[in-house]
């Protein structure tokens, strides 16, 4: 089963390359703490959901990468390059020559149709390499102009070509206290318009992975790699495949004491349904035991309601909203969008 | 041969397993369309009914073609199957139907309809993953044809099967499959000796059936009034098949009603209509409106047209150039994309009214906006 990852502006391939160099490590390392058959079928399953195997026996990732500028997709092709382990295909990107300005609407109504047919022969040509593709995974920012803006539309874009794949957004919530002025409308938008293509939304808050490098990692400059680490740490554990001790892929169902706790889950799904869990023998990243945990709950709704809230209050002022309309977003689909996120908000507040 | 001591085949004592066994094959028939009360009041212990049994299998074997079927399934596969369906949906979906079932339903098992838009999901993503293997399935097939294509001694055909080239990858592999082929060899031989004997067996039949017609005869008087009756643990499996003749008697009366009146519709309409457009001179919104109702009519005409043979059942995938014996993947593809559009018309239909549904409810109370997905 192979997964194809479109990495969407700047943060989309900035992350991308790192969640690739998590997952080519932990393939590469030997020791798995395992035996060696059971390495060995870890090892060509995940191979073959994220890489692809050359003749030159380097893998190259599944993956397409789109900018509007041409400075980080080719910094993102040179590292993995430089890494001898894997690389991406050289043919495999997208970018023009001048950046979209950061505007939300003109990368979703400008650029994403002029580029469409584009970077979609991108994705077909990636899409026809997997034998058995088990659908898509992008990666991109959420409040941003190029990642965002684009990065909606072409989300549209796979689900209508691709109808019954499966999609899996990666996006980025902005730190609270972001500098982009107009980054809640960003936000809002991105959200909505994801909501109707997609099929799973996956969210990183930035506020909460610079606590986690502050506090738990002690880095004292946090720079933007130390963030994208931990967060490509935390999606490849999620990613590799987790195994049966008999080989070959199989989950198996393991309620663990304390998550079996009804409380912890809503009133309409029994907790056998609510909770699966995977295991693995191998293990990942040379970490004698490690755990992820990805949950569906009300863990978002305060900070969805507060980018709302803030969104709303912009909009009732009319504040910006020429840099949306003199592309094309006319107040109504502002409208629409809030509807949208109103009723996740409400379906998630009476869960 | 006069029906009085019947023969015990069964054991005496009754067991759970034969219980359910007896009750296994009376759903069995009635599903199949066998509702011959004598049959299905045998008592469950298996005491009695040896003949009703014969007459049974008498009855599958010519209604279900069961020897040909059998044939069928133990054939040697190829390697190259994949099934094909363009039957249309048995299901009713009357208004009334589901009104009833409400009606029946009551509060007590009330579900969360959040859990079954997860269970929905669940489901969508199983069918999804089962697609992609298909799909995965159908390239790797592609594979192996494509590559054999010219080797295989059959010059029409031209490339090898997955069974072949399977083969060819392990030839000691040969003894089962020799095996096989000995075994439904064999089959086919023996169906061809009862072929031949036949028409013995039916004969031997008719005296059955004269037998139990002068039986009938002698105990008509018990059983005066011969219902159809429901039995309860059938229902379950099949609750619409006692509605389902008396529906579709009134449906096909309505149905030639409504073609009548349409006719005369048509008819009217047509004159009302030519008699407008001769005074003014719109000719191409005409055309264009001509065109618009030929393309409608032509979706309705493939509503109410004889389906011809749909496609159904097991069939192996070739690549071929000419056409055998058979029907091309893209007359499939179109079939079903013609039902996909239809469908998903149905679908537009159905969510407008629940849409105006919802507008008429909102528009009672006060203070509501309704806004609809």
Not at chain 1, 74 to 90: D, E, F, I, P, V
Not at chain 2, 6 to 15: D, E
Not at chain 2, 220 to 236: G, I, N, Y
Request: net charge negative; charged share 20%; aromatic share 8%.
């Amino acid at each position: 089963m192979s997964i194809v990852t479109v990495q969407l502006g700047q943060c989309g391939n900035q992350i991308g390359h790192e969640v690739f160099n998590t997952l080519c490590s932990d393939i590469c390392g030997t020791h798995g703490l395992c035996s060696k058959k059971e390495n060995e079928s870890y090892h060509d399953s995940c191979k073959e959901r994220f890489f692809c195997e050359e003749e030159s026996g380097v893998p190259v990732a599944r993956a397409v990468l789109v900018d509007m500028e041409p400075k980080v997709i080719s910094q993102t092709l040179s590292m993995a390059a430089r890494s001898g382990h894997w690389k991406y295909n050289s043919q495999a990107h997208f970018c023009q020559k001048q950046g979209s300005g950061n505007n939300w609407a003109n990368g979703y109504s400008v650029h994403g149709p002029r580029h469409k047919e584009a970077i979609m022969n991108l994705v077909q040509k990636e899409a026809e390499k997997c034998d058995r593709l088990g659908g898509f995974f992008t990666i991109m920012s959420m409040a941003g102009g190029t990642g965002s803006g684009l990065g909606a539309f072409v989300t549209q874009c796979l689900r209508d070509a691709f109808p019954t794949s499966f999609i899996l957004n990666h996006v980025i919530w902005p730190y609270g206290t972001g500098e982009v002025i107009v980054q809640n409308y960003n936000s809002v938008l991105t959200l909505s318009h994801l909501y109707q293509s997609s099929d799973a939304l996956l969210v990183h808050e930035n506020d909460v992975i610079h606590k986690i490098c502050a506090q738990l990692m002690n880095i004292k400059q946090i720079s933007f790699r130390d963030v994208n680490q931990v967060i490509a740490h935390q999606l490849g554990s999620v990613f590799q495949p987790a195994h049966t001790a008999g080989g070959g892929s199989g989950y198996s169902r393991n309620p663990l004491g304390s998550f079996q706790d009804p409380s912890l889950y809503t009133s309409w799904l029994n907790p056998q349904d609510a909770f699966n869990a995977w295991k693995t023998p191998r293990a990942f990243n040379k970490y004698e035991k490690s755990a992820a945990l990805v949950s569906n709950s009300q863990f978002l709704l305060k900070p969805l309601d507060s980018i709302v809230g803030k969104a709303w209050n912009m909009f009732a002022s009319k504040a910006y909203i020429h840099q949306y309309t003199k592309f094309g977003i006319q107040e109504e689909d502002f409208l629409d969008c809030f509807t949208t996120l109103e009723q996740v908000i409400s379906s998630y507040t009476n869960l | 041969q006069n029906g009085a001591a019947q023969k015990r085949l069964l054991p005496s004592a009754s067991c759970p397993a034969l219980v359910t066994q007896i009750r296994f094959v009376k759903s069995a028939l009635w599903y199949h369309g066998y509702d011959r009360p004598e049959l299905h009041q045998l008592p469950a212990d298996g005491s009695a009914g040896s003949r009703e049994l014969l007459l049974a299998f008498s009855w599958l074997l010519h209604r279900l073609s069961l020897l040909e079927q059998l044939l069928v399934r133990n054939r040697v596969k190829t390697g190259d199957e994949a099934s094909v369906c363009t039957c249309e949906d048995n299901l009713p979906s009357s208004q009334e139907g589901t009104a009833e079932a409400a009606a029946e339903g009551g509060l007590e098992d009330r579900v969360d309809v959040r859990y079954l838009q997860c269970l929905d999901g669940r489901l969508r993503f199983q069918w999804r993953s089962l697609h992609a293997q298909h799909q995965e399935q159908c390239k790797l097939l592609h594979k192996i044809h494509l590559f054999t294509s010219g080797s295989h001694m059959d010059k029409i055909l031209g490339h090898f099967s997955v069974t072949e080239t399977d083969l060819v990858r392990q030839p000691e592999n040969y003894k089962q499959l020799f095996q096989l082929l000995e075994s439904e060899t064999m089959q086919l031989e023996a169906f061809l000796e009862w072929k031949q004997l036949e028409p013995v067996y039916w004969q031997w039949m008719e005296t059955v059936l004269d037998d139990m017609a002068k039986e009938g005869n002698m105990c008509k008087s018990q059983d005066a009034h011969v219902e159809k009756r429901r039995l309860p643990e059938v229902t379950s499996c099949c609750p619409w098949a006692e509605n389902l003749t008396g529906q579709m008697d009134r449906l096909s009366r309505d149905l030639m009603a409504l073609q009548d009146q349409l006719h005369q519709l048509i008819i009217q309409r047509k004159a009302a209509w030519w008699e407008k457009v001769s005074f003014g001179g719109f000719s191409a919104t005409a055309r264009k409106i001509q065109e618009s109702v030929e393309r409608k009519l032509r979706d309705l005409t493939c509503f109410h047209a004889p389906k011809k043979n749909a496609m159904h059942g097991s069939c192996r995938l070739c690549v071929s150039r000419e056409a055998v014996s058979a029907f091309s993947a893209t007359e499939v593809i179109r079939e079903l994309q013609m039902r996909e559009a239809s469908l998903q018309r149905e679908l537009e239909q159905l969510r407008e009214e629940c849409r105006q549904r919802l507008d008429e409810i909102a528009q009672g109370l006060e203070g509501v906006i309704c806004i609809s997905p």
